[in-house]
Each structure stands twice: as C-alpha cells, then as structure tokens.
DNA sequence: GTCATCATGTAAGCCGTTACATGATTGC
DNA sequence: GCAATCATGTAACGGCTTACATGATGAC
C-alpha cells in the first residue's frame, strides 16, 4: 500500500509549506537539514517534482537567478521582481520549454490538501522509522490531539521493539561479543527514543493544558 | 559501486559462517536477532540465496526438518540423520528437483574467502549506517588492527556528520518547531553514537595492549 | 579563463517489495 | 480437522541509483 516514494512527495511538500522553492534547494533542505533521507539522487528528486506537477499538488513558476532567495528576505519585493525579470531574459529564447532556468517550486490548493492528509494519516501502523520522522518533522502542521496521538503510537512501537528485543537476543548469536554489542547498542538506542519521546509527550500536554487554562 | 545487496549477501554470509541454517531461520536471524535490518522481504531472501549459490558461496544440503536446530545440538548425529532420511522421504517422490523440504545452506571456502573481504575491505568511506553496523556485527572476524580501523574510520565519519549539521542547521528551516526537535535529536543521537564509539576504541585499545603485554 | 558548485534533466539497469502460489508442522 | 506458523519460491511492478548530458554562475 504505502510506497516509500510517498515518504519523499510528503517532505517535498512539506518544505515546501512555507516557501517557494526550487528543487536542488529542497533536495538540500531536506538532506542537509533536515536530515530526512541520508541521501537522494537527482535521478529520484525530479522525478518525484515532475510527478507532483502532473498530479497538480505544485506549480512551476520560472525562477529568479541564484543567490536571491538566501539573503535578505526583507529586499524580496525590489530584488525578487527584477530577478525574475533576469531570469526570464536569460533563458527567453526560442525554446521556451527547454529552458534550463531555475524552476521555482509552489505547493498548490490541492498539495496542501494532501501534504495534510500526509500528516494525519494513519495508514502506517507508526512500525516505521523514517515514516515517524518525516511526520514528526512537520507536526507543526497538526492538531495538538493527532501530535498526541503521533507521539504515543510512536512510543508504542519502540516499546514494543524494546520487548521483542528481549525475547529474541538470548539464542544463538549471543556467543559472539561484537554481534552482541551491536545488538545492545541498538537496544540502548530504543530506550533512549522512548524518553525522548516521553519528553516531547510531556511537553505536548503541557501545551495543551496551558492553552485550555488562559 | 558499492550495491546495497552486498550486504545482505554478506550478512547472510556472516551468520552462516558459525552454523548451518536455512532461509527461514537466517532471515530471523539478520532481522529479529541482530536487527540488521528492519525487513527482508522473501522475495529479496531467497533470490540472494540463489544467487551465493550460483556463485558458489554457499552450498545447499537437503534439510532435516523443524525443530532440531534448535534444541539439543548435542543429539544431533543420531536425530540429525533420521531427521535427514525422514525430509527425504518425504519429498523423495518423482519431483526431485521442485522438493520443498527445507535446504539447509553451509557457508563453502570461498564463501569464507568472499565474507573475509567483504568485512575487511574499505571500499565505502564509511558514510554508510548501514555497512558499519553489518560490518561490526561481524567484526568477530577481523584483526584487531583492522578493528580499531574501522572503528576509528567510523568515529572521523560521525564528527564530520556532526559538523556538517551546525554549519546546516541554522538556516530557512530553524523557525519550525518540530523540524528543529528532529534536526536536535538527530544530532544528539550522533553524540550518543561517538561516545559510544570511543568507549568500544578504548576496550579494543586495553585488549590490544593486555595481549601484547602477557 | 577555468574550476567548483549550482541547476536540471534522461535512460538503463538493478533490486527489492508485493502479491501470488504451494505445502509441511504444530497446537488447539 | 483447522488455524497459525514455518518454509520456499516466482512474477510483475515500481522506483531508486548510476551514469550520462547540458549549461549557468561565482570565485580566484
């Protein structure tokens, strides 16, 4: 059901919730920064865009040259406008489809509606890393109860993990001392999610009774 | 290059190194024991056995059925052999060749050679989670020297990820509140991953010098 | 003026997941 | 006897990686 490309279309659209941009600016954001995906290929990354264009969920803008969208947001109005101009000389040919100019990446009506049915959804039963992630990634754009909610399937889950790990690590590899150490690493590694999760819970519901209480 | 199957192959390489096992079983053993993996799907396990076997990795005997490997290794001659002509039996009618008895794979010289090389080799930069984590499981198999190696190959890798993300981190995306909590706990979980690093390089370092000194 | 980086794309091939198909064994 | 689990496989489909191709921009 779920395909892994969904993963990649919902940090797309994700990034693209508050800004415009163009696609090597959201392979970075995502990679770089948020640190989705440990990599993506340009091979899937365009792709992915074109998909989402055909579908509607993003609109393609003719982009303004480099270097205008990472400084001074505050000179946007003046500077963006005659970027654009720029843009549009450069590469205002014969062949205006093929030109290579940046294209600029806006998440439409209908993206926005699936980006949130992205978020909300919950198709997966929160058994999945990177799913948990992505989604955690762009709470801010759920409710305080899905958050909740989001938070205490993903404590679930780890916890879970934490007992099947229990079960099963007494048998036959345990003899060797570096398998071992991996597996008790990994172990280690749930505990420390789940009190992390715990934190962000905590926090959550403090949020909420704080809101309630004012 | 480097081919994200190469680690199952040699994952499956590394638990048959020990034991004799089949599919089933080293499937288990890869995700529920040593956690290697979140999933193998059959369709990517079997083919991968095939395909040790084509290259002579592995060899195939017919198997004894279920529930001997598990217990009492120590019946093994007497069980272990009626256990064998039972399986064949079973199976032993005019299909030989499509028998679904269970086929119990046994690592061969060269599948020791190829698994050596594989957790030996330094073809990837250590960038790669995954091939860390394969490779230290395993790392029972190694020199010392070529422990401390990899470990320290490892360590470079997850400072220069950890510089990597406060030059990153600081930009477009930092005004959102969840983004941020991923982007920290991914961070925070790279620390716990170095310390824990360190710890390992300091018990292989004590062990190396313990057994120089005696 | 040239090199690194930014920027966008296409095509091929691999491989992994999914769905399907089959059958044995164990527990109830 | 029936269900769940163990156990092994095949075929199709999708998508990701890799390699290739192109060109602009900025720094030195």
Chains 1, 2 share one sequence.
Not at 81 to 105: F, H
């Amino acid at each position: 059901m779920k395909k892994r490309s969904h993963f990649l279309d919902m940090a797309i659209l994700g990034v693209l919730r508050n800004r415009d941009l163009h696609g090597y600016e959201i392979k970075r954001q995502i990679v770089d920064e948020l640190g989705l995906f440990t990599s993506i290929s340009f091979g899937s990354m365009y792709p992915a865009l074109a998909r989402l264009e055909r579908l509607g969920l993003v609109e393609v803008t003719q982009g303004r040259p480099r270097g205008q969208l990472r400084q001074a947001p505050f000179t946007g109005s003046l500077g963006g406008e005659r970027a654009i101009a720029v843009g549009l000389r450069v590469t205002g040919g014969a062949d205006e489809t093929r030109s290579r100019g940046k294209k600029v990446y806006t998440l439409t009506e209908a993206g926005r509606g699936t980006f949130s049915g992205f978020v909300n959804d919950d198709f997966d039963h929160g058994d999945d890393d990177l799913a948990f992630r992505v989604r955690l990634a762009f709470a801010g754009a759920l409710e305080p109860e899905m958050r909740l909610k989001l938070l205490e399937r993903r404590r679930s889950s780890l916890e879970a993990r934490l007992n099947k790990g229990k079960f099963s690590g007494s048998r036959s590899i345990l003899d060797d001392l570096y398998a071992k150490c991996v597996i008790e690493h990994t172990q280690s590694e749930t505990v420390n999610d789940i009190s992390w999760i715990n934190e962000l819970i905590d926090s959550e519901r403090r949020r909420i009774s704080e809101h309630t209480a004012q």
